[in-house]
Antibody, heavy 118, light 107 residues
Framework: EAQLVESGGGLVKPGGSLRLSCAAS????????MSWVRQAPGKGLEWVGR??????????DYAAPVEGRFTISRDDSKNTLYLQMNSLKIEDTAVYYC?????????WGQGTMVTVSS | DIQMTQSPSSLSASVGDRVTITCRAS??????LNWYQQKPGKAPKLLIY???NLQTGVPSRFSGSGSGTDFTLTISSLQPGDFATYYC?????????FGQGTKLDIK
């Protein structure tokens, strides 16, 4: 069974950093394009960014609110996706989900909560 | 960026009702439109992909239609487990964008 498990969330002060991980199993992770999607408390879904498979170039794209602050990377040897979040703002408070891409977000993790507060 | 607008934002219905949710894109997205169901505290679940394709394991009472800028999700006969929030999402271009959601609750 295909599965994604996020970890690394927590409480961080504004301006701080955090790295999220997403462990994949049950499917060919190295061939998968992967995205991060977030959901602020009581709000809708917001796409954060994605990374293509290495065979498709391994390039990344980001949403404007996180461009320059967040970095998506992958370690195919560990079947793991990462989201490095720097210069965090209060408005980055959300549940962060990893999900498979590109045509539709088919497989989702359970999410990890990130709270940015002083 | 492509804006996705869903209507209505909320909807009250009864078990057995037929329900339709609409999604409009700010530009032509051909048929690159997906629908998700989300229940409180849970991750979204893919229901329909590429406008009208039923995801494996999703009941046939769910259906999707449309092309270009206008799309619909129809639930033919509401079941108790269908009360949730529904989102459309375009996969035509980046940034990927979602509709604001439609909350479906029990009348």
């Amino acid at each position: 069974e295909a599965q994604l498990v996020e970890s690394g969330g927590g409480l961080v002060k504004p301006g701080g950093s955090l790295r999220l991980s997403c462990a994949a199993s049950g499917f060919s992770f190295s061939n998968a394009w992967m995205s991060w999607v977030r959901q602020a408390p009581g709000k809708g879904l917001e796409w954060v960014g994605r990374i293509k498979s290495k065979t498709d170039g391994g390039t990344t794209d980001y949403a404007a609110p996180v461009e320059g602050r967040f970095t998506i990377s992958r370690d195919d040897s560990k079947n793991t996706l990462y989201l490095q979040m720097n210069s965090l703002k209060i408005e980055d408070t959300a549940v962060y989900y990893c999900t498979t891409d590109p045509d539709a977000f088919e497989i989702w993790g359970q999410g990890t909560m990130v709270t940015v507060s002083s | 960026d492509i804006q996705m607008t869903q209507s209505p934002s909320s909807l009250s219905a009864s078990v057995g009702d037929r329900v339709t949710i609409t999604c409009r894109a700010s530009q032509n997205i051909i048929n690159y439109l997906n629908w998700y169901q989300q229940k409180p505290g849970k991750a979204p679940k893919l229901l329909i992909y590429v406008a009208s394709n039923l995801q494996t394991g999703v009941p046939s009472r769910f259906s999707g239609s449309g092309s270009g800028t206008d799309f619909t999700l129809t639930i033919s006969s509401l079941q108790p487990g269908d009360f949730a929030t529904y989102y459309c999402q375009q996969s035509f271009s980046t940034p990927r964008t979602f509709g604001q959601g439609t909350k479906l609750d029990i009348k």
